[in-house]
């Protein structure tokens, strides 16, 4: 009998699902100790996909900028008048455990490159879903316990001329890693993880949360009304990356469950239509990446967990290693109109669990960890794209 993943035509599980089970289960941490580790150097340079003929292929260029003040990972990203916020997430400092839910929020400021403190959630929240929609920032869901535990109804709104964030009405559902999408005066929450069963490995100092959805719902901020939408197609799916572009939301990747059943899908919602169509796939299933639009093309930068990297080497793109294996490092670029992937300059190291946004011809990405399953960084970069 053929598996789901055959079926999909995407590469399975394998022997390494539950793969941060097995870890936890043999005693392992989910990465303490790895606070302020910058942007790990990658073990194999990232090579562009080949362009037709005449064209120049596409080309990244990477620039270090002034790093977050708190490491962090699991955070949530946005832009919002001209700067960059970083919502919530886990936080760590050197040589402590990790905190698994913070309210800290940061914003960057890219012409100064100066990061101030903004006014923090109203709650401890990791894994949010947030998006910025006339104005005004919007985030939802999180969870405030290790590992996807505990997941919340929670919605905010916040405020940046008076730093001040309010209270939504609660989604339908409590989740935590829901995708968010600002489309049409309204904001799109997709998939999650609902936590409906837990497993605690024999031995292990943490649960897992496990049980994702495909929800597919819509906030209307004018009317603060929540209301269902066509749900996601396929699997349902937590850790993915959405993103908008030419009106349409993208959704790509993600994992079914565990953090190396992972998901080449890309699919694409038409608010106008309430239609879902397929568009070409991830060169490589991966989750926990950062999605941002630059250029008119999407971004996909990073992930986890990278197959047969438990060795610890982190051959095959600089991937750190924890609880399941390995990071990504490679940049893959989605051209709408040519309907596929390029594979640009990676990241100078390996990242899962942080995010990116867009501002004046500049994509930024901070936070994170190199290792997988776990592990907070400070670590920040600006990427442009050109030929």
Do not use: K
Not at 106 to 131: C, I, K, N, Q, S
Not at 306 to 328: C, I, L, N, S, V
């Amino acid at each position: 009998m053929r598996t789901a993943h055959e079926e999909r035509g995407e590469p399975g599980p394998g022997p390494r699902r539950r793969g941060v089970v097995r870890a936890l289960a043999a005693g392992g941490v989910l990465a303490a100790g790895a606070a302020t580790v910058p942007f790990r150097p990658a073990a194999t340079p990232a090579r562009a996909s080949e362009v037709p003929p005449g064209a120049r292929p596409l080309r990244a260029r990477w620039r270090t900028r002034n790093p977050l003040p708190v490491a962090r990972a699991e955070v949530a990203v946005a832009a919002l008048g001209g700067r960059v916020y970083v919502v919530g997430g886990t936080t760590q400092r050197d040589g402590e455990a990790p905190v698994w839910a913070t309210t800290t929020v940061h914003a960057y400021d890219p012409r100064r490159d100066r990061w101030t403190e903004r006014a923090p959630l109203p709650r401890p929240l990791t894994h949010v879903g947030v998006a910025a929609l006339d104005g005004r920032l919007y985030a939802f869901g999180g969870f405030t316990t290790a590992v996807h535990l505990n997941p919340q109804p929670d919605a905010y709104v916040y405020d940046p001329r008076r730093d001040r964030w309010h209270r939504l009405p609660d989604m339908p559902e409590a989740l935590g890693s829901v995708g968010v999408a600002a489309v049409g005066g309204r904001l799109h929450l997709l998939g999650g993880r609902d936590s409906r069963r837990v497993v605690t490995p024999p031995g292990s100092p943490v649960s897992l949360g496990m049980g994702t959805v495909r929800s597919h719902h819509v906030y209307d901020p004018r009317r603060r009304t929540y209301a269902p939408a066509p749900p996601l197609p396929g699997d349902a799916r937590d850790h993915a990356g959405v993103a908008v572009l030419g009106g349409r939301v993208h959704v790509v990747g993600g994992r079914v469950e565990d953090i190396v059943d992972n998901l080449t899908r890309h699919d694409v919602y038409d608010a106008a239509r309430r239609t879902w169509s397929r568009a070409a796939p991830l060169p490589v299933a991966r989750s926990a990446g950062a999605a941002v639009v630059l250029d008119g093309r999407l971004v996909y930068a990073g992930g986890e967990c990278r197959p047969g990297a438990d060795d610890g080497t982190g051959e095959g793109g600089g991937g750190g290693t924890g609880a399941g294996g390995g990071t990504y490092g490679d940049v893959t670029v989605y051209d709408p109109r040519a309907g596929r992937w390029d594979t640009v300059a990676g990241l100078p190291g390996s990242r899962h669990g942080f995010g990116a946004a867009a501002l004046d011809g500049r994509a930024y990405f901070t936070a994170g960890s190199p290792d997988c399953g776990g592990g907070a960084s400070t670590g920040t970069l600006q990427l442009a794209l050109h030929r």
